[in-house]
Each structure stands twice: as structure tokens, then as C-alpha cells.
């Protein structure tokens, strides 16, 4: 099946800094690619939708300068996180899918801790 | 308004025994998709079973098979001769859209979970 791949599993970083989360489709090409953010105990909340050579699509109440998204080509897309504080400490899951395939296929996230 | 509804925050179930964890969901677009997802601890999100709203059978995949009930808005997912491996976060999810061939977007919105516990 289709494979997305994400980079790093897990970062601590200090408060202030900025963190790049990379999510990679490694089979298949993706024009759409989603971020979701996830508090321990919860629910997947979708933050934004990555659109290939455009502007991401942001949820409201998502702060579109502070979760900047990139997505270059069709097998990449970025999801940086500026000027982190500890509430942005949680579990980040991208997802992608091949287009007309149902499925969405996710990476396997990343736990970002800010110190 | 909640789209997805999982009312079960926890459910406990025998192993070899059938399990059946609940999800309501609200739409109006006549168009959609329902999904379950299986989270285990290590945080990935696999992929279970789909049911498309125009589908005319219950969808199927091995042990898994969902009670797709249209008018009542419901897809229960259910899990036979439940192991132990099934142990973990249960999540529905729903993809309103144009169809099948919408070109791609594919926006899936979750429920709340519901946490599988098997006892041996």
C-alpha cells in the first residue's frame, strides 16, 4: 500500500526556536496533503490542508504565521513550526493520498516537545 | 456542530469475542465518506475499513466490517474474534466531498476516539 513518510518522529526544542516537520509520499504523488495536530488523550484536529504550488488552506483558529506549510512538489510537503513555546507541544500527523484513491494514508507523526 | 460522534470513550471486550464501537455522524451533503482508523500507543494511524454513502453494501475487511446505517446516520464498527493485538484508540472519521472522483480532496474530519481494551 501507499507509504508517507515522516521526519523526525520525535524533537525537544528549546522555547523560541523553530522546528521543521517533513512528510514525504514516498509511492505516489500528492497535490493535497493534510497537518493534524493531536493533544494527548484527544482527537485528530485538522490544522491545514497543504496544496501542491499554492497557499495552504488554514482551519480557523489556526495561526497560519505561527505553522507555516510548504508544499514544493508533489512528494514533499513542510509543516514549520516558528518561534515554538511549550503549547505548541504535541503530536503533529500529516496525511496524504494518491487523489482518487479513498484513502488517506498518514505518517507515522511527530512528538514535538518545547522545553 | 459535532460532525462525528463516538459516545464510547472506552469499551472493554473478551479476546475472541466481538466488540462493536459506535459512531454517529452529521451531514448534509449527500456525498460522503466514512472511515474508521486504528491508533495504536506508538501514535501511527492505520487505515481499517471505508464506507462510501452511496455504497449499497456494508463494507468488509477480514475481521473488520462496518453497520453502515444511512437514515439513522450511523456506522458502527465492528471487530470479530477480537486479539489482544487489537488493543488500542479507535477513530471515525468522515470525508465530506464532490464523490469518488472529486479530484483529490480529501479532508477527513474525526471523532473523539474510542479506546479498545482486550482482556485475555
Known amino acids: 500500500g501507499a507509504v508517507v513518510s515522516q521526519h523526525p518522529s520525535r524533537v525537544i526544542c528549546k522555547s523560541g526556536t523553530s522546528v521543521k516537520i517533513e512528510c514525504r509520499s514516498l509511492?505516489?504523488?500528492?497535490?493535497?496533503m493534510f497537518w493534524y495536530r493531536q493533544f494527548p488523550k484527544q482527537s485528530l484536529m485538522l490544522m491545514a490542508t497543504?496544496?501542491?504550488?499554492?497557499?495552504?488552506?488554514?482551519e480557523q483558529g489556526v495561526e497560519k504565521d505561527k505553522f507555516l506549510i510548504n508544499h514544493a512538489s508533489l512528494t514533499l510537503s513542510t509543516l514549520t513550526v516558528t518561534s515554538a513555546h511549550p503549547e505548541d507541544s504535541s503530536f503533529y500527523i500529516c496525511?496524504?493520498?494518491?487523489?482518487?484513491?479513498?484513502?488517506?494514508?498518514f505518517g507515522s507523526g511527530t512528538q514535538l516537545s518545547v522545553l | 456542530a459535532q460532525k462525528i460522534t463516538q459516545t464510547q470513550p472506552g469499551m472493554f471486550v473478551q479476546e475472541k469475542e466481538a466488540v462493536t464501537l459506535d459512531c454517529t455522524y452529521d451531514?448534509?451533503?449527500?456525498?460522503?465518506?466514512l472511515f474508521w482508523y486504528k491508533q495504536p500507543s506508538s501514535g501511527e494511524m492505520i487505515f481499517l475499513i471505508y464506507q462510501g454513502s452511496y455504497d449499497q453494501q456494508n463494507a468488509t475487511e477480514g475481521r473488520y466490517s462496518l453497520n453502515f446505517q444511512k437514515a439513522r446516520k450511523s456506522a458502527n464498527l465492528v471487530i470479530s474474534a477480537s486479539q489482544l493485538g487489537d488493543s488500542a484508540m479507535y477513530f471515525c472519521?468522515?470525508?465530506?466531498?464532490?464523490?469518488?472522483?472529486?479530484?483529490?480532496?480529501?479532508?477527513?474530519?474525526f471523532g473523539a476516539g474510542t479506546r479498545l481494551a482486550v482482556h485475555p
Open positions: 509511492d505516489f504523488q500528492a497535490t493535497t
Open positions: 497543504s496544496n501542491e504550488g499554492s497557499k495552504a488552506t488554514y
Open positions: 451531514t448534509s451533503d449527500p456525498s460522503y465518506g
Open positions: 472519521a468522515m470525508r465530506e466531498g464532490r464523490g469518488r472522483f472529486s479530484g483529490g480532496y480529501n479532508k477527513l474530519i
Open positions: 496525511s496524504a493520498s494518491p487523489g482518487t484513491n479513498e484513502k488517506l494514508f
